[in-house]
């Protein structure tokens, strides 16, 4: 058999039972989740900043008396540096994700990974910000009902008011915390598991 009765009959096969590799079509499917969390990310840098310049107002809508103002942006200032703390990791992690080429299977991992970390990261961020929410809460009381303070912190008034603001303030920060993550992160890192757990059953 020469070259010329080779090449027809390689011509002349069947192909129906042919099949091309999906798994590259399932690697570049969890791209659509990678950029809404990069859309939220972005998104999230703007209100943090919108609200921590709208917090540092607070003394001049609520006509703050004088001597609150020290104390006040003294504690306003460590917030702010504890949000640009976080919010810098945040924004290296946004950085990152806006070079992320999910073409392999290593990559997804990776991505995941970092996903998943940076999630743990923003909450450390939430549950940091509880003692001043705490605090801005306790003289935000001491503003508007001042005889729960010159009663003394002894008495029963005041102990039942700081311990309601501390539970309070935990279980909202926590529930709102896991809220906000799942919804605006979470559910689209689940799908990127998705498509890693089915690559896996390849």
Sequence with gaps: MDFNDIQSAW?????????????????NSANMPLEKIKKNLKNEFFYQ?????????????YDMPANAFAPFYLLFSIFTAVCIYYLA???????????TSLNT???LYETYFDIRL?????????????PFLILFLLGFMYYETPDFFTKGINSTPFLVATFSIVIFSIL???????????????????????????????
């Design 172 to 202: 909202f920060m926590g529930l709102a915390l896991e809220w906000w993550v799942h919804y605006f992160y979470g559910k689209y890192a689940k799908e990127i598991r998705k498509v890693i757990d089915e690559l896996k059953e390849e």
């Design 89 to 99: 990791k945040l924004f290296v992690f946004y950085r990152r994700l806006g070079t």
């Design 105 to 107: 299977k290593d990559s």
């Design 11 to 27: 011509k002349n096969e069947k192909t129906e039972n042919v099949t091309l590799p999906t798994h590259l079509d399932k690697i």
């Design 49 to 61: 900043i919108i609200s921590i310049v709208c917090i540092g107002f607070i003394p001049y809508v």
């Design 118 to 130: 940076n999630m743990e990261i923003y909450k450390t961020f939430g549950f940091a910000l509880i």
